[in-house]
């Protein structure tokens, strides 16, 4: 296993654009990247893992800027982990509530679904064309 990784091993790793993994270090999302003798970004393991936890972050809903937050203090250094337990609850938190939520939104759908199966099966064949409100 290498030590570095280029920016085209990680984004394929990840499913993300070239684009969007620069965006990520601009928005100092991550560590600073490396450079090689040849001036070419290359990432470490460290990155990796973290890259891998900011998307986790960011596909569910946290900020940027949040998310920016959190990245400064995992390059503070460990004396920032009570800092980092305490926003990652709040995040699991706002989490837990959406997930709440979507599955409220859930069963309304599904009661709807089961409404509009059931005029279905009350139709006769000669009012299938009729409009289902």
Do not use: N
């Not at 280029?6 to 270090?25: I, M, N, W």
């Not at 490396?34 to 900011?54: F, M």
């Not at 995040?91 to 939104?105: K, M, P, V, W």
């Amino acid at each position: 296993m290498t030590d570095y990784y280029t920016p085209g091993e990680v984004a394929q790793r990840f499913g993300l654009s070239l684009d969007t993994l620069r965006y990520y270090e601009r928005e100092g999302l991550l560590t600073q990247v490396e450079r090689a003798p040849s001036g070419h970004r290359r990432y470490r393991a460290g990155d990796v893992e973290l890259l891998d936890l900011v998307r986790c972050l960011r596909e569910t809903d946290m900020p940027i800027a949040r998310l920016r937050e959190f990245a400064e203090l995992v390059r503070d250094g460990d004396h920032t982990i009570p800092l980092r337990v305490e926003l990652l609850e709040e995040h699991d938190a706002q989490l837990t509530e959406r997930i709440a939520e979507l599955c409220r939104r859930q069963e309304a759908i599904r009661h709807k679904i089961d409404y509009y199966r059931g005029v279905l099966a009350e139709r006769r064949p000669d009012q299938e064309k009729e409009e289902v409100r």
